[in-house]
């Protein structure tokens, strides 16, 4: 591969880019656009802590009282004990706005004090996985705590107290890393779809034949432009979220091997698609399959973790779900050895499919 | 002369279908040749074979000493191409586009005088898309010249032209053809071939019909000379039986076949003598387009054998 030819293959697409109207629409304003949409409409999720309705039956017990306030010094929920039938506590949450709850059992205390086993009861709601896993979390790390102190165990494990509010994520901080996938799987694979299928097409790809450019290093000028696209769209998005709506998100060099295997990934995949594809027509069908249950079950919009079982498992076979996955390792929790272990299975597909779309990509007549 | 291009019992197969049938032919280097054919005669998949872009089913093809097929990398450093229908990046303009096959493949031509050649200097800033039929041909060719081609294969570079695009590119090709530049032309308009070639091959159902220059073809397919009149069909009536010479009407115009010069002054007496009105006469010749319209004609009807079946 020679860098000269690359260089001027780049700046012709950068050129054709750049003077397009719509690729420029939807490359810098369409990411504020979703931002701005999407963090409108999930603006108050995850702000503010979950409210979790509280039937205490052990209520005069010193201990419920205590393991209620440790609840509640969490941040992560709010208790609001409730008088109510405990037969009937069931179907009053369903007619709650606030539907999860929590069911201290009679002896609580007294068990408690007497190390044998009790249990509370968390109830939450399937329409909100969110709220409810923040309040099954809450309760699982106090109930933890409890038992830690009952056995007078040694903390091991610390946790750092200071920074306990800013652990409860808020909508927005998850869609950013969602929203840069999106864009990285978007932007790739729709225009190299289109271009494998016209390109054909009109004669271009014979037309540049002709040259001494080769597949390859056209195939890797486009990665370039899409892998400097995607960092200009990443500083985009994150900017507006932090700026509209206060998203925090961590900025590290760990993004970047993301914003570069995941152009490279969907490059690839997308000129493979317009390869195999004999009409611009099925190659914009290929594209769309591919593309769709990539866009909406790979954690783009909504966490994994809520779906159902089974599309949970589809969605760890999807290679977009590894990318946001990591970004999230990287930007939200700052796991780096799980980034490091997604962002490795992103690249070995990304190799495989770049060779797989120079092996079908051909310009002339085999 | 040595030849650029040689081929030999080329044949190229899809399926059951024979596209090129065993066809031969050869280019001296340095000369304009011009391969005629009507539509899907066979030209496009020989002359793409020619440029490495199909492999050949059958036969030896060389271009300046190099299989097209194998060793096409080289090939393509070597000979401008310029397609039927030239497309491009819709938003780039011609002087970047000579730029970027400057870097492709590693020359440095000057834009402005590349495009000024081919007469599109005056739209060297302006996007693909915003350009005309003709010169969006006209930035085919600028693009075929960047590499300073020793061959040019030129597939239909005038059609859908106006008269004054059309000139502007037939110059192109006499200046490369001055040049030593060899020019392999694929042309629908027989008067073009007539006018630039130096040796014509015409190819009907994969095989080649005739060949040799203009003349030689006019000559060895072409009707006689003959003497045309602006007169009624009486005139014809007479000179038959007087003449011995085929005599035809069409058009109200009376034609006169000559089978010697000196029939002329023979069939001159004889319409004087006729005492018919006549308003003016002509010498006429056939042209290649005649030749080429008779030859494909005959073909089809299964009059005539192809030059290798005759051969």
């Known amino acids: 591969m020679r860098p000269g030819r690359i260089v001027a293959d780049l700046k012709v697409v950068t050129r054709s880019y750049l003077r397009n109207p719509v690729a420029l629409f939807f490359s810098l304003l369409f990411p504020i656009i979703l931002i701005a949409l999407f963090g409108l409409i999930f603006s108050g999720v995850g702000n503010s802590p979950v409210t979790v309705q509280v039937l205490n039956l052990d209520d005069n017990s010193h201990v419920s009282q205590e393991f209620l306030s440790a609840l509640n010094n969490t941040s992560a929920v709010k208790v609001v004990v409730v008088s109510t039938n405990a037969s009937d506590f069931a179907s009053w949450l369903g007619q709650n706005d606030d539907p999860v709850g929590l069911v201290v059992p009679d002896g609580f205390a007294a068990n408690y004090s007497a190390r044998e086993t009790t249990v509370v009861t968390v109830y939450t709601d399937p329409e909100d996985a969110q709220d409810s896993g923040v309040v099954l979390g809450a309760v699982q790390g106090v109930a933890n705590a409890f038992n830690l102190r009952a056995a007078n165990g040694t903390e091991i494990v610390g946790l750092d107290e ?9 909508y927005i901080d998850y869609l950013i890393p969602g929203l840069i996938g999106f864009s990285i799987l978007t932007s790739p694979m729709f225009s190299m779809v289109d271009v494998a299928a016209s390109y054909r097409k009109d004669g271009i790809f014979r037309q540049l034949s002709l040259t001494p450019l080769t597949r390859a290093e056209w195939l890797t000028s486009h990665f370039l432009w899409y892998m400097g696209l995607t960092f200009v769209t990443a500083g985009i998005m994150i900017g507006a979220g932090v700026v509209l709506f206060g998203a925090h998100v961590n900025v590290t060099v760990g993004l970047i091997p993301f914003l570069i295997v995941g152009p490279l990934f969907f490059v690839s995949l997308g000129m ?37 079982a089974a599309l949970q498992s589809f969605a760890h076979i999807l290679p977009l779900y590894y990318v946001i996955d990591g970004m999230n390792q990287v930007m939200l929790f700052s796991n780096t050895s799980r980034a490091f272990y997604d962002v490795l299975i992103v690249l070995v597909g990304a190799i495989v499919i770049f060779l797989l779309a120079i092996r079908f990509f051909t310009w002339r007549d085999e | 002369m040595a030849d650029a291009i040689v081929v030999d019992h080329l044949v190229k197969r899809y399926g059951p279908l024979a596209a090129v049938a065993g066809v031969s032919f050869h280019v001296p280097a340095g000369s304009v040749f011009s391969f005629l054919g009507p539509n899907g005669a066979g030209k496009t998949t020989t002359t793409e074979i020619l440029e490495g872009l199909r492999r050949a089913t059958d036969g030896h093809v060389s271009v300046l000493g190099l299989d097209p097929w194998t060793e096409a990398a080289e090939l393509h450093r070597r000979i401008g191409v310029i397609p039927q229908d030239f497309r491009f990046f819709e938003k780039i303009t011609p002087r970047e586009a000579v730029e ?138 007479y000179l038959r039986p007087r003449l011995g010479l085929p005599v035809t009407v069409a058009d109200g115009r009376v034609e006169v076949e000559l089978s010697q010069k000196s029939d002329a002054l023979r069939v001159l007496s004889a319409v004087e003598a006729s005492g018919l009105p006549w308003q003016t006469f002509s010498t006429v010749q056939d042209t290649l387009e005649d030749v080429f319209v008779r030859l494909v004609g005959q073909m ?12």
């Open chain 2, 300 to 311: 089809d009807d299964g009059t005539l054998k192809s030059e290798e079946a005759a051969a």
């Open chain 1, 162 to 170: 200071k920074n306990v509010g800013s652990q409860v994520f808020s």
């Open chain 1, 272 to 308: 493979l698609a317009g390869s195999v594809a004999k009409t611009p027509e099925s190659a914009a069908l290929i594209g769309n399959i591919i593309t769709f249950p990539m866009m909406f079950l790979s954690g783009t919009f909504f966490q994994v973790s809520a779906f159902p």
């Open chain 2, 100 to 237: 970027y096959y400057g870097s492709l493949f590693g020359t440095q031509p000057r834009p402005d005088e590349l495009l000024e050649r081919v007469q599109l200097a005056d739209k060297a800033a302006s996007r693909f898309d915003t350009l005309s039929g003709g010169q969006k041909q006209k930035l085919g060719l600028a693009l075929a010249l960047t590499n300073r081609p020793e061959i040019c294969f030129l597939d239909e570079p005038t059609t859908g032209l106006d008269p004054t695009a059309r000139r502007a590119i037939w110059d192109v090709i006499r200046s490369l053809k001055s040049d030593g530049v060899t020019v392999f032309l694929t042309t629908h308009y027989l008067e073009e071939a007539e006018l630039l070639a130096d040796q014509v091959a015409i190819i009907h159902h994969g095989r080649i019909i005739a060949s040799g220059t203009p003349s030689e073809i006019i000559s060895a397919h072409g009707r006689p000379e003959r003497l045309r009149f602006q007169a009624p069909p009486a005139l014809a009536d």
